[in-house]
């Protein structure tokens, strides 16, 4: 994130941010969660407050969920894993997935904001384009995303309309169930990526960019609604995560 505001962001380009380091489904739904961080107990106070936040906004500007951001990474590996805590498998049954890995398999990293209007990259978006537009950026609490002088520039960007520890609107830990590219995207694009069983990292990143360029507008609205009914759940709840069956389209 070290880069001029100006060059942060496209959310109209179909090509996707990759750095290398060492109609398909008709309806389906997320079922079992592969892996999972645990909400600890003074989670739930930042949980609720941030879920008491949000539909406030929206009852002021009502497409204000439209206009967030949602920023995240992971790592696809040529070996058919996603190294990502919170990733979804997408299954019409408990397929009971086992993963082995390697000590240090061939992967890709890919970062990808994902909000109503697309999916984007890290390339060209100039920051009045931003701003003028009025969108807001979330990002979770990673020490590498919250470094002083990335928050100063993000704020530089995006004002008070910034998601984030140590932001004006604080994000809040471990809240996976929150995050559209969590709990949809990785789980989505892993269950695409590897049918024709990629032996190249070339091969892995065409197939990731194609994934990605080919959701459809529908399904992203559909993504975007359903994180309003998880702040009605996780308000009800007192801030408890969301169950495991989740997300249905």
Same mark, same amino acid.
């Given at each position: 994130?070290?880069?001029?505001?100006?060059?942060f962001?496209?959310?109209?380009?179909?090509?996707?941010?990759?750095?290398?380091?060492?109609?398909?489904?008709?309806?389906?739904?997320?079922?079992?969660?592969?892996?999972?961080?645990?909400?600890?107990?003074?989670?739930?106070?930042?949980?609720?407050?941030f879920? &008491?936040?949000?539909?406030?906004?929206i009852?002021?500007?009502p497409?204000?969920?439209?206009? +967030?951001?949602?920023?995240?990474?992971a790592?696809?590996?040529?070996?058919? $894993?996603?190294?990502?805590?919170?990733?979804r +498998?997408?299954?019409?049954?408990?397929?009971? %997935? $086992?993963?082995?890995?390697?000590?240090?398999? &061939?992967?890709?990293?890919?970062?990808?904001?994902?909000?109503?209007?697309?999916?984007?990259?890290?390339?060209? /978006?100039?920051?009045?384009?931003?701003q003028? /537009?009025?969108?807001?950026?979330?990002?979770?609490?990673? +020490?590498?995303?919250?470094? #002083?002088?990335?928050?100063?520039?993000?704020?530089? =960007?995006?004002?008070?309309?910034l998601?984030?520890?140590?932001?004006? %609107?604080?994000?809040?830990?471990?809240?996976?169930?929150?995050?559209?590219?969590?709990?949809?995207?990785?789980?989505?694009?892993?269950?695409?990526? $590897?049918?024709?069983?990629?032996?190249?990292?070339?091969?892995?990143?065409?197939? *990731?960019?194609? %994934? *990605?360029?080919? *959701?459809?507008?529908? /399904?992203?609205?559909? %993504? +975007?609604?359903?994180? =309003?009914?998880?702040?009605?759940?996780? #308000?009800?709840?007192?801030g408890?995560?969301?169950?495991?069956?989740?997300?249905? /389209?």
């Amino acid at each position: 994130m070290g880069k001029k505001a100006e060059n942060f962001f496209n959310p109209f380009s179909a090509n996707y941010e990759v750095s290398r380091n060492g109609d398909r489904f008709n309806s389906c739904q997320v079922i079992y969660s592969q892996f999972g961080l645990a909400i600890h107990q003074n989670d739930h106070q930042a949980r609720r407050r941030f879920v &008491e936040w949000a539909p406030n906004e929206i009852a002021v500007v009502p497409d204000f969920h439209k206009r +967030i951001l949602f920023s995240d990474e992971a790592h696809f590996s040529l070996n058919g $894993y996603v190294n990502k805590q919170n990733c979804r +498998i997408w299954s019409a049954a408990n397929p009971q %997935v $086992y993963v082995e890995t390697p000590l240090h398999p &061939e992967k890709l990293t890919v970062w990808c904001a994902l909000w109503a209007g697309g999916i984007t990259s890290s390339k060209t /978006m100039k920051a009045t384009t931003l701003q003028s /537009m009025e969108l807001w950026f979330q990002q979770d609490g990673a +020490i590498c995303h919250t470094a #002083r002088a990335t928050i100063d520039l993000l704020k530089d =960007t995006f004002g008070d309309r910034l998601i984030s520890r140590f932001g004006p %609107v604080n994000w809040p830990p471990r809240s996976c169930d929150l995050t559209p590219l969590d709990y949809f995207l990785w789980g989505y694009v892993k269950s695409l990526v $590897y049918a024709d069983k990629p032996q190249t990292l070339d091969h892995l990143e065409d197939n *990731i960019r194609r %994934v *990605i360029a080919d *959701i459809r507008p529908q /399904m992203l609205e559909k %993504v +975007i609604e359903n994180w =309003t009914s998880r702040l009605d759940y996780i #308000r009800a709840s007192r801030g408890s995560p969301m169950p495991e069956i989740i997300f249905k /389209m």
